[in-house]
């Protein structure tokens, strides 16, 4: 497993933008590469779902319906980092967002269950 760091939430107005960070931390950081990356929310009372997702190269990726066209996400296995820019921000994007890594491959690793390695979570709260 690879330890996970989340960073960049906050209170934003509707309409406005957020940049949220995942960065790999300790003993496992080298790793970062190898994983395909996803992240995921949770609001009160719902179940945590899968917002997008990264190859472990960056050159695949995937969107949850709901965020299409105003959520991009990328990567920089450099820096061990992923980050999840967020535009045109709603009310209903109000929730902790979770990273989360898994070796499983890609195409199969569209749920919550497929991953084994999370980040403690950031709040992000959009007003309207």
């Known amino acids: 497993q690879v330890q996970l760091v989340e960073s960049g939430g906050g209170l934003v107005q509707a309409g406005g933008s957020l940049r949220l960070s995942c960065t790999a931390s300790?003993?496992?950081?080298?790793?970062?590469?190898?994983?395909?990356m996803g992240w995921f929310r949770q609001a009160p009372g719902k179940e945590r779902e899968v917002v997008a997702r990264i190859n472990w190269g960056g050159s695949r990726t995937d969107y949850a319906d709901s965020v299409k066209g105003r959520f991009t996400i990328s990567r920089d296995n450099a820096a061990n980092t992923m980050y999840l820019h967020m535009n045109s921000l709603k009310p209903e994007d109000t929730a902790s967002y979770y990273c989360?890594?898994?070796?499983?491959?890609?195409?199969?690793?569209?749920?919550?269950?497929?991953?084994?390695?999370w980040g403690q979570g950031t709040q992000v709260t959009v007003s309207s």
């Open positions: 300790g003993h496992t950081a080298n790793t970062f590469s190898i994983y395909n």
């Open positions: 989360a890594a898994t070796l499983a491959d890609f195409d199969s690793a569209d749920a919550t269950r497929n991953f084994d390695s």
